[in-house]
């Protein structure tokens, strides 16, 4: 008899062990589901301010010329469009249309220069100057 409380007790101790790991891996599943991971955009919603300072000395080194001289259109359409749509409108993994972003030039730099959540980061595809022409073509999107 005491044998079987023994063992009745290591089941019941083996199967909340058993429930408890498999509770943990459910929630682990959750965490790298980049849908479920809004909390994790919103922690890189918050910029670095080297990040931030670097797009900024982009922004004040490619001059207007600079601009003129790069098809942003065609590096748009190149780059872009397969994620964003040709409007701006398309909405993929977890990005809103760029019609309705507001974001301000150098945030938009600062994206495109680094990445974010499923975007690619452009710094290694892209120049500077084609980076800050393609972010002022999709600044004009915004409505
Ligand atoms: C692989 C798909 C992909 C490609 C290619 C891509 N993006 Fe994105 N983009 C995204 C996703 C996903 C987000 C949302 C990121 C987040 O907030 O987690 C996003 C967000 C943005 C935003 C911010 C919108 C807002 O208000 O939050 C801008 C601006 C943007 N992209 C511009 C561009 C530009 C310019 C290019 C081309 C140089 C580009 N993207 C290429 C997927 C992509």
Redesign the pocket.
């Known amino acids: 008899m005491k044998k079987y409380t023994f063992s009745l007790i290591v089941l019941v101790f083996g199967m909340w062990l058993l429930m408890g790991s498999c509770g943990n891996e459910k929630k682990d599943a959750n965490n790298l589901s980049p849908k479920k991971s809004g909390q994790k955009?919103e922690k890189?919603e918050a910029w670095k301010e080297s990040e931030l300072s670097n797009a900024k000395q982009i922004l004040s080194e490619v001059t207007e010329g600079d601009i003129q001289s790069v098809n942003a259109k065609s590096?748009?359409a190149t780059?872009?469009v397969?994620?964003?749509g040709p409007k701006g409108k398309m909405e993929?993994?977890?990005?809103?249309k760029?019609t309705?972003?507001?974001?301000d030039l150098t945030t938009?730099v600062t994206?495109?220069y680094y990445g974010?959540?499923?975007?690619?980061p452009?710094h290694k595809i892209?120049s500077k100057e084609e980076?800050v022409a393609?972010?002022h073509?999709?600044k004009n999107m915004q409505q």
């Open positions: 955009s890189k590096v748009y780059q872009c397969s994620c964003h993929i993994g977890g990005s809103k760029l309705e972003s507001k974001l938009i994206q495109v974010k959540g499923l975007m690619t452009y892209l980076i393609v972010s073509y999709v």
